[in-house]
């Protein structure tokens, strides 16, 4: 008996994570997958589920992927807030209003505006309505320890003391907390990554980090059963949470008789006001023209209905559009024969270029308009034997790198700058001096 209990609460525990990322139900190969048995066991679980049947779960014979369970709680409520999500957007606007001059303090900014409503909304779905719901409730609020109240469950690391105003000034957690930017739904959205990162830093999954990396950026759309594949699969099972982040419905997204999608990074396009579209990136859309890309099929409104999932506008921009150049020059040297790791050390920098044994480049890829201050933020390596910032040569209009060169690299402490055909004609020029 005991046996069969534990069967049967992994089975049920198995179930609900599996609806818990996706409403479709998983197939019996899936299920299986998903509690670590061999496809050759499914007879094996099928007894278990028909042992089941009409108590815990119940499904029609007639239809694949109709399992479903049985007196469950009240589902969760379908609205999901990440509470990290809206602490980001509260941090932000309080550093925000903060910074304001005291007569322009009657505009509430904007993260604050959607980090309190998300609150509201949080508090409301949960039968409380404690949450604050106006300024002067907020500041009050805000002075006190918040990890006893709302973010409890999430934040188990915090302490108790911490408060997002200290003495009437933002505190060091809330300046911790905020996103630096212009953008904040995008910016907010692109911390996905970071904590990615972290989780992926903190647990040594340095292989599922580039698999999640790269995925969005050569996948910024997907057919739903290759992301559902994608979930399913164990290169991806421990980043699963984060992926149905970082991929929303396309419907849900955006709404159009049709949907038709960049040429060159594959998101979806943006109407114009003309009935034309293009990418909502503009050098993308640019480079589009120069490189004559023919467009790609547009898909219906009823092909689209539950069928794709897209990265977030954050991740499209953030991660995708400059991650197309780091995948575009790892490929261009890896063609070459050449050993290339991609965010090596779980992303310590772009591109790891082994020539040889003793001639190693590490590559920082920057897809900038100018040379940016941050440029001084790049620290020469000392485990490499050349530290390059690489950028585009599309970008040299404006960059000119072949002008301003070595007046910068004099700040830069070894580090060199370069331009993508230069790093792939020295690789060149390498190997030869090898082979002779
Ligand atoms: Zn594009």
Not at 132 to 148: H, M, S
Not at 371 to 382: A, G, K, L, Q, S
Request: with cysteine; hydrophobic share 35%; net charge neutral.
């Amino acid at each position: 008996m005991a046996r069969v209990t534990k069967h049967r609460d992994k089975i049920l525990e198995a179930l609900r994570n599996l609806f818990r990322i996706h409403k479709q139900a998983p197939s019996l190969n899936e299920l299986c997958k998903e509690l670590g048995m061999k496809s050759s066991q499914r007879g094996t679980l099928q007894k278990w589920l028909k042992s089941m049947r009409g108590i815990d779960v119940e499904w029609d014979d007639n239809f694949p992927r109709s399992i479903h369970l049985l007196r469950e709680e009240p589902e969760e409520a379908q609205i999901k807030i990440s509470p990290e999500e809206t602490l980001r957007y509260i941090t932000t606007g309080l550093v925000e209003w903060e910074q304001r001059k005291p007569e322009q303090r009657n505009n509430v900014p904007e993260g604050l505006r959607i980090g309190m409503s998300q609150m509201y909304l949080q508090s409301l779905l949960q039968g409380d309505k404690s949450a604050p719901q106006n300024l002067p409730e907020f500041f009050k609020w805000a002075q006190n320890p918040f990890v006893e109240e709302k973010f409890n469950s999430e934040f188990e690391n915090l302490s108790p003391e911490i408060t997002l105003i200290d003495d009437g000034l933002t505190s060091d957690f809330t300046r911790q907390w905020q996103v630096e930017g212009s953008n904040i739904t995008k910016e907010v959205q692109e911390k996905v990554l970071q904590d990615v990162l972290n989780h992926c830093r903190g647990n040594q999954l340095e292989a599922e980090y580039r698999a999640f990396r790269k995925l969005i950026i050569t996948k910024p759309v997907l057919k739903y059963s290759e992301y559902r594949r994608m979930l399913l699969s164990s290169e991806f099972r421990s980043l699963r949470n984060y992926l149905s982040k970082v991929y929303i419905d396309l419907d849900k997204f955006e709404e159009h008789e049709f949907y038709h999608f960049c040429p060159r990074c594959g998101y979806i396009q943006r109407k114009r006001a003309n009935g034309t579209y293009n990418c909502r990136n503009k050098f993308c859309d640019i480079l589009c023209v120069k490189q004559n890309l023919p467009p790609l099929p547009a898909i219906s409104k009823d092909e689209v209905f539950e069928n794709y999932k897209i990265v977030t506008p954050g991740i499209h921009q953030y991660v995708t559009i400059p991650g197309i150049w780091e995948i575009y020059l790892a490929e261009e040297l890896s063609k070459l024969g050449i050993r290339v790791t991609l965010w090596p050390e779980i992303d310590e920098y772009d591109l790891l270029v082994e020539l040889d044994k003793n001639n190693r480049w590490a590559i920082d890829v920057k897809d900038w308009v100018s040379i940016h201050p941050y440029i001084t933020e790049v620290n020469y390596r000392f485990d490499a034997t050349k530290t390059l910032v690489v950028f585009p040569d599309e970008r040299e209009d404006t960059l000119r790198i072949g002008v301003v060169r070595k007046q910068i690299e004099k700040e830069l402490g070894g580090v060199k700058l370069k331009l993508m055909s230069e790093v792939i004609e020295d690789a060149k020029k390498n190997l030869n001096k090898s082979t002779n």
